[in-house]
């Protein structure tokens, strides 16, 4: 190791590990919360595209259990080294991307994507509400004063519950995923009746295999997903053991992906079998337009709008974290209200409307992040070792070219060329941090104060 930790930049030197008071059981922080990201209608709104719609039931069951496994792996190393070390994804991730190289990977580069994040939570919190209070049809165009007033109104309460810390986020997540929960149950039981109307091949589609249709699902969760399982740090740094981290995973990322993916889709086959002249008509339908057909629609609306406070307060919690950690000069609230008002501004101008771009965006971006720190994890056989010197050139080829191989094929409009891309940008992260790393382009190890 070289010397000390004086010559570290600030989000190093003034780094504390969380200390062990402070900290919770799974079921009390990481599963809630990352349940309460599952259960929020931009997860599963549009998953039936390309899914249900081509491969029926068969693709949806394997492709959830098979993309539950696949986003556990993306969390687990770090998570694994936040509840060893205490310390969140910018301060870890400076052993993968190095001291210098960290200030951007994980870094910032995490915050402006929950950034993004956050204007899409607040987009549909908005719209959700007008719809609620005005109808689908007279319902305030994006960009009208009351769309403005309502996102900046709903945008400002969740950055609030956001900054205050994680203890906020998970007591938030721990009610308001119960909403989406009960209104899903709801929906598959109300839409079942259709269920052994609806058949896949009665559709005019060009329909690829139901193998296939699996790798787009896998594709749909995955890009939803990598943000939050490099985030997994930040999770595991508030638990106590190996078990929190493991429990923490199990159920609430594979469990909750499959729940919340699984229960929509027997909604929307439900819908679509007992409707068969619109489901011709419309080929894949959204999780939205199924539950129009249901009795108090404009109520489930706004349920839906209340529910999304929980994932809009991860992402501000995230973002926060990110800027206040990486500049630790500047307050933590003053990062919280940038990060929200331009999350917010995104909302109002309807620039943060477009999902399928920040899927493949995220997916492409952060699957090799989290594919690089999980070599970085087994070649250090699970011990972090500290930052490294200077900029990490393992860590960061090793993202730069997976992110070329997750999103080129995205530039195409057609689903079968972008299935399962972030999974492959994982691989493709994890392969070149292992090979690089073993020809000794990691640089050294910079000596710093340790958790005890």
Do not use: H
Request: proline share 5%; glycine share 12%; hydrophobic share 50%.
């Amino acid at each position: 190791m070289s010397n000390g930790s004086n010559s570290l930049p600030g989000y190093l030197s003034s780094a504390k590990p969380n200390p062990a008071e402070n900290r919770a059981p799974w079921y009390i922080n990481t599963a809630p919360s990352y349940a309460g990201i599952f259960l929020w209608i931009a997860f599963y709104d549009q998953m039936a595209g390309g899914t249900l719609s081509t491969g029926g039931m068969t693709a949806v069951f394997a492709g959830l259990i098979i993309a539950g496994f696949i986003a556990y792996l993306f969390y687990l190393a770090p998570a694994l080294w936040g509840m060893k070390t205490g310390y969140p994804l910018y301060i870890i991730g400076s052993s993968t991307f190095g001291e210098k190289g960290g200030y951007f990977i994980p870094g910032l580069f995490m915050g402006i994507l929950q950034v993004g994040w956050y204007g899409v939570a607040t987009f549909y919190s908005t719209q959700f509400v007008l719809n609620a209070a005005f109808g689908v049809e007279s319902a305030p165009a994006v960009g009208s004063f009351l769309f403005v007033a309502t996102g900046f109104i709903w945008g400002y309460v969740f950055a609030f519950l956001g900054m205050k810390g994680i203890q906020y986020v998970a007591k938030v997540s721990q009610f308001f995923p119960i909403v989406p929960l009960i209104m899903l149950i709801y929906a598959a039981f109300a839409l079942s009746g259709g269920l052994s109307e609806f058949d896949v091949t009665k559709y005019d589609v060009a329909a690829p295999a139901t193998g296939f249709s699996t790798l787009v699902l896998i594709q749909i969760v995955i890009g939803f997903f990598a943000t939050a399982g490099a985030a997994g740090a930040d999770f595991g740094m508030n638990n106590r053991s190996k078990k929190d981290i493991y429990m923490g995973g199990l159920i609430g990322i594979a469990a909750s992906i499959f729940i919340c993916g699984f229960l929509p889709m027997l909604a929307i086959a439900g819908a679509m079998g007992g409707n068969p002249e619109l489901a011709q008509a419309d080929k894949a339908w959204t999780f939205s337009q199924a539950i129009g057909q249901l009795a108090g629609g404009q109520v489930m609306f706004l349920l839906f709008a209340v529910a999304s406070m929980a994932p809009a307060c991860f992402c501000s919690f995230i973002f926060t974290n990110s800027f206040s950690t990486m500049i630790p000069q500047v307050p933590r609230a003053f990062w919280g209200m940038l990060g929200a008002t331009v999350g917010i501004l995104l909302a109002v101008t309807g620039i943060a409307e477009d999902l399928q771009k920040f899927f493949s965006f995220i997916g492409a971006s952060f699957g090799p992040v989290c594919g690089a720190m999980a070599a970085d994890y087994l070649l250090c056989k699970g011990e972090w070792p500290g930052p490294r010197r200077g900029i990490n050139w393992a860590g960061y080829i090793a993202v730069i070219a997976g992110f070329i191989v997750g999103i080129l094929p995205s530039l195409s409009t057609s689903l079968e060329s972008i299935a399962p891309a972030a999974v492959y940008s994982f691989i493709v992260g994890f392969a070149l941090y292992y090979i690089l790393s073993k020809s000794g382009l990691q640089p050294q190890v910079v000596e710093m104060t340790r958790p005890e």
